[in-house]
């Protein structure tokens, strides 16, 4: 793997970060499995994309498309908890539903963005350092700045009040948390961090498309899992950076796979190196653990 292509890969890892930190708050905080943001990425993306052509501002247009993910995620709590659907079943109906809205939204399937500002372009007026390195640089810094926020918030009095919901919503009610609430405002900050990924990979790829989200939640919930099987998750903020951790590791890894000609992989490959990345980061803690108890064993 070449230079060019590492460094494409950091870029796209730390974009998808924003998707681990999404489906973290989800499925890791509120015990919520979502499919909400296999609608909501492509989402973040058509609703910048759209302002973008028509000169909105870059900063603008990108904090939009967080608001369009908040709204999802809202539509999906609501259909859990106030229609009482299952929460699998509620975000595989907003997702299904998001398909239609973002092709309404941008009129078409897709929406190029070649020659339109956007919020990269001022990094492609640098001259010191070429873009290709200077793009990684920003989104890392967008991710790690995301990861402070989220963290921030769960040890805050209404994030200790959400994880209490997540880990066990009877106790949290008798202690006088509002459980329903909780569920909102978690559904909208994980759908919200999806939509900012979404947008920030429409702009740096220069197009947003509306099947641009099919599989995003297996690289969510690959990068999750895949950073707690590599770090120790004993603290808060551990936890978040894991994270961050599986969406690069990730990348690189599919990178390695895709561009080393070691396993005569190809581009057509990718969803099949995903799904056996997944299935070796939910099996390695197991495996450690016997290994563990081997080694034990052996020393007794």
């Given at each position: 793997m070449n230079s060019f292509a590492?460094?494409?890969a950091l870029e796209t890892g730390?974009?998808?970060a924003l998707v681990a930190l999404g489906v973290f708050i989800s499925f890791r905080?509120?015990?919520f499995p979502d499919l909400t943001v296999d609608g909501s990425f492509p989402l973040g993306a058509a609703t910048s994309a759209t302002l973008l052509v028509v000169g909105v501002h870059p900063v603008l247009a990108t904090l939009?498309?967080?608001?369009?993910?908040?709204?999802a995620g809202l539509l999906t709590a609501w259909l859990n908890v106030r229609l009482h659907i299952l929460h699998l079943l509620a975000s595989i109906l907003t997702m299904i539903a998001l398909y239609s809205i973002n092709l309404r939204i941008m009129n078409g399937p897709n929406t190029p963005l070649l020659g339109v500002?956007?919020?990269?372009?001022?990094i492609d007026q640098l001259d010191f350092l070429p873009y290709?390195?200077?793009?990684p640089i920003a989104f890392a810094v967008i991710a790690f700045s995301a990861l402070l926020v989220v963290v921030s918030f769960l040890k805050s009095e209404t994030g200790l009040a959400m994880r209490a919901t997540?880990?066990?919503p009877r106790m949290a009610r008798a202690n006088g948390v509002n459980t329903t609430k909780m569920i909102f405002l978690g559904m909208a900050i994980s759908n919200a961090l999806v939509a900012l990924a979404?947008?920030?990979?429409a702009q740096s790829q220069g197009s947003a498309d509306v099947t641009m989200g099919v599989g995003i939640i297996v690289i969510g919930l690959a990068s999750v899992i895949g950073g707690e099987a590599l770090l120790s998750t004993n603290t808060l903020l551990k936890w978040a950076f894991a994270c961050i951790l599986g969406s690069l590791l990730y990348r690189i890894v599919v990178a390695v796979a895709l561009n080393g000609n070691v396993l005569g992989l190809q581009a057509q490959d990718l969803n099949l190196v995903t799904a056996i990345l997944v299935t070796l980061a939910i099996v390695a803690p197991k495996l450690k653990a016997k290994f563990k108890h081997y080694l034990r064993g052996l020393k007794a």
């Open positions: 590492f460094f494409g730390f974009i998808f905080v509120l015990d939009c498309a967080c608001v369009s993910g908040a709204i500002e956007t919020i990269l372009s001022p290709y390195i200077a793009y997540g880990a066990n979404g947008s920030l990979f």
